[in-house]
């Protein structure tokens, strides 16, 4: 595991090259017509052919666009059908900002698949002192209190625990509708979009689900439309 002194380090020092990296992508790249699925966060294993594959990490994860998810997405207004992102969220600072980030680039009808650390379940096993699925992982913890900490931050990486009514209140705030956990996590209900992805998803603790995955819709006739400039501004806020 790196630690996150380092990351910090590499977001700080490459923060102004990931932002053009991006907008160079979305100024002479980003497709605007036919099809386009979106992965963001790859990493070295969960490359998906045929989906644009956006990561920051140029080093050692296989990408199709590098950029800061942090920041304005590298894609065109209402220009992309879907959108894959497993064990990002939890990472992102502002996350209102990038749910509305997810919302802005999808066509209207387009779907988004994302997940992360099960807060519900482990929350569930934690107050009923069941260590069963706790994992010692990052640091070796033997009480059911360090397992659980061990496990919703992750030594600070994480800066979310995400649970359902949590990514509920997110996702409608930026607009989506149709909300729906996967359970289990296999499953979609967008399987034309989703099946390749949803087969590189794993649960290693079955009693204890390990990941909360949703899935939610831009509707076809979106209540609100978050624009570009209205994007500039809170990424030049944030």
Request: proline share 6%.
């Amino acid at each position: 595991m790196i630690p996150r002194e380092l990351k910090v380090i590499f977001y700080v020092v490459l923060s102004i090259p990931l932002a053009f990296s991006g907008w160079i992508y979305r100024l002479f790249f980003a497709p605007r017509r036919g099809t386009v699925k979106v992965q963001l966060g790859p990493g070295k294993r969960n490359y998906l052919r045929g989906w644009i594959n956006v990561d920051a990490n140029f080093i050692t994860a296989k990408v199709d666009c590098i950029a800061d998810f942090r920041r304005k997405l590298p894609f065109h207004d209402n220009s992309v059908d879907c959108i894959y992102s497993m064990n990002v969220i939890e990472h992102i600072p502002d996350i209102d900002f990038h749910f509305k980030e997810l919302y802005r680039c999808l066509k209207p009808g387009g779907v988004i698949r994302v997940g992360g650390p099960n807060g519900d379940s482990h929350i569930q096993k934690f107050l009923e002192g069941d260590l069963e699925g706790f994992s010692i992982f990052p640091d070796r913890r033997e009480s059911i209190g360090g397992r659980f900490s061990n496990y919703l931050m992750c030594r600070g990486e994480h800066l979310h625990i995400l649970t359902r009514s949590f990514l509920q209140e997110v996702s409608e705030n930026a607009g989506f509708r149709e909300m729906k956990v996967c359970c289990p996590i296999f499953e979609s209900n967008y399987g034309e979009f989703f099946a390749p992805a949803a087969a590189t998803e794993y649960e290693s603790t079955p009693k204890i689900p390990k990941l909360l995955v949703i899935e939610a819709i831009k509707p076809l006739h979106a209540e609100h439309s978050v624009t570009d400039s209205e994007n500039v501004s809170a990424a030049v806020m944030g």
